[in-house]
């Protein structure tokens, strides 16, 4: 009889193991009957002493977490129309699987290794040719989770091999040929032996295409040289760091000096290194370097030499960078598609690589004498948002010849009306104006043309809630309304993500309707007024809204429980400063999506009790962020360790006492990257970021204030014991005299912002920088 497709149909599998137990079993025992609904409590060595196992078990789980069941269940063999199905399959790895496919914990050893290994060979079918093997640090520290999964599926998770087994392994992949393994995903394994790690890519993933390493600072250029060289396919390679806190315009730099000298990079290819490169096909065509703050123009030289098919670079943050080194490899690699240099100093120089012909700067027989245009036409991708080094003039150059653009991000720039207009392009599909200047005439002309808009940001733009009055820009705006300019978004555009503030308000909501309909993110920042009506409606208008942040907003219980109760499939919610009478009433909707929340200001009655609620009803979330609940404790860290053991990131301001009594319970939540305290109670022990530091391994970011540290100091680990972490910022409040660790020399001056030291981890240095923050 054919079963039902409801979320809750059950399906029996019936798994004999191929090969007889050998073992003396009563008849009693040849057959066991187990369900996926208490697999927790699996008693697995009793079941395996079964010769045949049936498992009740989610036909629709089976089907989209196993492209082997997939197959079966909903292609056209016989058994897709079955309640029941016979497979023949190792036990223990069949049992091993479900628990991945039902998301339990897996120990796995250097003895039930392989046999998973094939049976996920088995389970991914002849059709897989592509798979990914993802080696990244459990909340333990002693763990390494191996995850092998096949396009299109989700991860089998091999967790927790004891770190003495890591090494039997390892050695073991050698020995092992993973043919379908494309993409291999080492991000977040500081202890990892690079060296090594590249033989073993070498001789295991002969196809590996695609290497991302994250977080991995000790992964540098001459490391990056070995791999490319080692395994010629890559293609892609990620090697993403933390972005420095103190590149943003919202600071201002006192002092710095660096505490351990600066290793620049003095690297160089000879003829027979390039020889090499280009015999082997070498073939990097996407390269990510965003937030390594320790890359210098020489490492960009190097890069350009080697990299010669480079067509996407990500140098987002890369604060050492100048502007005529970016320069430079604009002009070498003549691919270039996508560019992405935000919070740089992208300037002049760098538009005029962009702009001008690349035959005027590559030599004849490097291009097959081949005129080619500039790279600027040819740009489907340029991300230079806070890059202010670029004048008007230029950016107005730069624009016109822009013709292929799909995603253009210009935040925090020097962005003229005349800039917009002067853009030809038609294909854009994200635009990112937030901060700028810019009219809503000049707006709406650029969303006119542009009919594939799918993202809009545009928060920041005070002049967009003003009508133009400016003679010199009069021939372009035409006295263009904030209501008109929403009108032609409603008209031109199906947006999925929207960031707006001054000018938009509920008027506006009904105008950009038809184009909201799948809107899946929503921003409304200052300037903006939705009201209370705006927001009631907002579910229905935008029903399969994933993301809203509201700042400076009206709320009530009766908005939020709206919001709670009708957008299930929510997962960032963040409410910022806003106003309105609020109560534990709005959290008690459940919300198993929901991974992320943010209450700034707007909840400063929470107490303990209302802190479990929340637990309860946002029970998986993985980022915390509470300012301003000042009737929590030092108990509340129990709740939040209980209630959410698997949070990466914790951010607690001005929380009453909850640092008060020190810090224990936090500690618990061992999967913590970003840790923020600060003005929670001076109970912070002068260990504390070295003790943070030991036990949560995978901890990359620590923001403290020094008025919470119980005896007004604290150490700071070296630069050898810092583990993984990268980035530190103290911060010292208005009220205190000066800072008192004696590496820094503040000033002696009337405090005018917060001034707040930060310490800046990566490879080759660590910079210890004084700046002053604006309130």
Known sequence: MASSTSDDDFITVVCSNPNRIQANTT???????????????????????????????????LIQHSSYFNGLLSGSFSESGLDCIAIEWNLEAFLHILNCIYDCPLDVTSKNFLPLYERVNLSSCSQITSAVLLLSLLPSANSID?????IGQSPFNLERL????????????????????????????????????????????????????????????????????????????????????????????VSSSPAITPQISNLSLNVQDMTSFYNSGLSIAKLTLEGRNDLYDSDLQYISRFCVSLQYVNLKGCTSLTDVGIASLLRRCIKLHSVLVCDTSFGINSVLALCSSSSNHIAVEQIENELLDSL?????????????????????????QMQKLKSLCLSDTRLSDGALYSF???????????????????????VGGNPGLKCLKARGCRNLSQQESDPQKREFSFSYSCRELHNEIGRTCMLEEIALGWGFSYSSLEALKPAITSLRKITVGLGGLLGEDGLRKLPTICPMLELIILYFQVIS?????NIMANLKKLVVLAFCHCLGDISILSFKFPMPNLRKLKLQRVTPWMTNNDLFILTQSCANLVELSLLGCTLLDSESQQIISQGWPGLVSIHLEECGRVTTMGVSSLLDCKALEDLLLRHNGPGLQ???????????????KVSLDFCDAAEGDFDIPNYGDRHFLSTLKIAKCKLQKGLKVSFVKAPRRRQVHKETLVLVWNSSTVTRTVVKERL
């Open 376 to 400: 600027a036409l040819n740009l489907q991708i340029l991300h230079m948002g806070s890059c202010k080094c670029v004048d008007e003039t230029s950016l107005l150059k730069l624009m016109s």
């Open 686 to 700: 002068r260990s504390f970021i070295f003790d943070a530091a030991s036990k949560l391994p995978m901890l990359r």
């Open 424 to 446: 030809r392009g038609s294909s854009l599909e994200m635009l990112d104006i937030s901060n700028t200047m810019v009219s809503n005439a000049a707006v709406a002309y650029l």
């Open 27 to 61: 008849s009693t025992d040849v057959e066991i009957l187990i369900s996926v609904t208490n697999i927790p409590s699996w008693d697995l060595p009793s079941i395996l002493c079964h010769q045949t196992v049936k498992v009740q078990a989610h036909r629709n789980r």
């Open 557 to 561: 219980d009766r908005t939020i429980m």
């Open 146 to 150: 191996y995850i092998l999964r096949g």
């Open 162 to 253: 004891d770190r003495d087994q890591c090494s039997e392994v390892l050695n073991l992949l050698p020995t092992l040929s993973f043919e379908a393994v494309q993409e291999v995903d080492i991000s977040k394994c500081p202890r990892l032996h690079l060296q090594s790690a590249i033989e073993c890519f070498r001789k295991s993933f002969p196809s590996l295409r695609i290497l991302k390493a994250a977080f991995l600072l000790k992964f540098k250029i001459s490391t990056l040289r070995k791999l490319v060289r080692k395994c010629p396919m890559v293609c892609e390679v990620d090697l993403t760091t933390d972005t420095s806190p103190i590149i943003s315009s919202q600071v201002s730099v």
